[in-house]
């Protein structure tokens, strides 16, 4: 993380235009990777990524505001919202949204995760005035009429069944649930049928004017870009849509808390006619501010996160039991989870989490050689660069960094923390995060006499 220089520009035609913040926050060699931020009078930030080298630029705009914001009748209210604001404006219809994006040959998308969501255009620079028009106008100006939400409704029904059809991706959802309960986080991000057949326009407008105030946006910009130019450009289409209500407002804060996860050997199996049974094995991980999470990184990859890994040539190229296993870590502003997934034939399931939870067994015990843990910090650089190689990721990387740390870090500093991971740190954190009693999550034709036996898995 690199700190420069600060400087605060003045306006003075009117309250709302007194004092801009802008700050360079990473210092490129020849402005080649410069990240600047500008922290606007009603509290919107801007933060951009200069790569004069490339011809695109991605433009995004993060919402502070995921499902764990939900109240259990309001899950699926902000999946909900994300699919109206491409719905129309007092300025554009829905076509014309995505048309005057089409028409120069960009990208346009959203998604929506448990603590944010994201709205975002891929364009040429040249056409990076008209992205920013164009995801400023939804973001401000949406209209969320009835006859939209209700049309609407039917779409997102299709994605949950959607997703439901897909018990490879279903049961991550089960696995939360399994652990975290019936709380925000372990809730599915779409909702339910019945959330979301019970949602209303008047709720899920008051619900958008709550959230999308300027306070808890983030405007993300990097490629071949000009900051002071995003800046004009962004903070004259919020004003046009007076969005800024009070000049004095300030950011909201990086999320934060405590929050313990104290469930330990617990299983839901969800019945299904699959010709795979797909099993999550996992326990509790780190939030994602946790400074150990360098070490659960290299682990993760050394026990799942490649060909060489241990789950994937115990698994699969020793015994051929799963076409697909894997581990994976996910971190939320106060706890975690670490998994364990595969896909095998029903028969199959009890030697597959046999197998999965000796590996976790004996690594906590005895930990990763020293030859696995270079093998795991090297892949785990070479990926994370390789990851960040076009705008799309570069603007996510900085509009996360800046909603959930408050803060930048540079690609060579993170290489140097994974670099900077020992042996013994990487042992430890298997020793504490590994050596929990696991929980289970299984989808498929499990019968009753194997459901019985299940148990024995997370004994």
Not at 3 to 10: D, G, I, K, L
Not at 134 to 152: F, Q
Not at 386 to 404: F, P, V, W
Request: proline share 3%; glycine share 10%; aromatic share 6%.
């Amino acid at each position: 993380m690199t700190s420069s220089s600060s400087t605060t520009t003045a306006r003075t035609s009117s309250e709302a235009r007194a004092v801009a913040r802008t700050q360079t926050l990473i210092k490129g060699a020849n402005g080649i990777g410069t990240v600047r931020k500008t922290t606007l009078p009603g509290g919107l930030r801007i933060v951009t990524e200069t790569l004069p080298s490339v011809r695109s630029a991605t433009f995004g705009i993060w919402a502070h505001v995921g499902s764990r914001d939900e109240t259990p009748s309001l899950n699926g209210a902000t999946h909900y919202l994300e699919h109206l604001l491409f719905k129309g404006t007092s300025r554009r219809s829905a076509l014309d949204i995505s048309s005057a994006i089409d028409a120069v040959g960009g990208e346009m998308n959203a998604f929506t995760a448990k603590e944010y969501t994201c709205y975002y255009a891929r364009v040429l620079d040249t056409d990076l005035p008209l992205a920013i028009d164009v995801v400023c106008d939804m973001l401000t100006g949406s209209l969320i009429l009835e006859d939209d939400v209700n049309v609407e409704r039917g779409a997102i029904l299709e994605e949950i069944a959607m997703t439901e059809d897909d018990p490879g991706d279903c049961v991550h959802d089960l696995f939360a649930h399994t652990m975290l309960g019936d709380t925000p986080l372990g809730r599915p991000v779409l909702g339910t049928v019945n959330t979301v057949n019970a949602l209303t326009a008047d709720r899920i407008r008051r619900f958008y004017k709550k959230h999308y105030d300027p306070t808890h946006l983030v405007v993300a910009c990097a490629g071949n870009v000009d900051h002071n130019k995003v800046v004009r450009q962004v903070r004259a289409a919020f004003e046009k849509a007076g969005a800024f209500k009070d000049a004095t407002a300030a950011p909201i804060a990086p999320r934060d808390g405590r929050r313990t996860i104290r469930t330990a050997g617990r299983v839901e199996l969800l019945g299904r006619k699959t010709e795979q049974a797909h099993v999550v094995l996992g326990m509790p991980g780190l939030a994602r501010t946790d400074d150990r999470r360098w070490a659960l990184g290299v682990l993760n990859t050394a026990l799942g996160g490649g060909m060489s890994s241990r789950l994937f040539q115990e698994v699969r190229e020793k015994r051929g039991l799963a076409y697909s296993v894997y581990s994976y870590t996910s971190g939320f502003a106060d706890c975690g989870l670490f998994g364990v997934y595969a896909g095998c034939r029903p028969s199959q399931v009890h030697d597959v989490l046999k197998l999965c939870r000796d590996e976790l067994d004996q690594v906590a015990e005895h930990g990763l050689s020293d030859d696995e843990i270079g093998r795991a910090i090297g892949q785990l650089q070479g990926s994370t660069v390789l990851g960040l190689e076009d705008t799309g990721a570069l603007m996510n990387r900085i509009g996360k960094s800046e909603l959930c740390w408050g803060e930048q870090m540079s690609v060579d500093d993170m290489l140097a923390k994974i670099a900077s991971v020992t042996p013994d740190e990487v042992r430890s954190i298997a020793r504490d995060v590994l050596g929990q009693r696991p929980s289970l999550a299984v989808i498929g034709p499990v019968k009753d006499k194997q459901a019985s036996r299940l148990h024995d898995a997370v004994a």
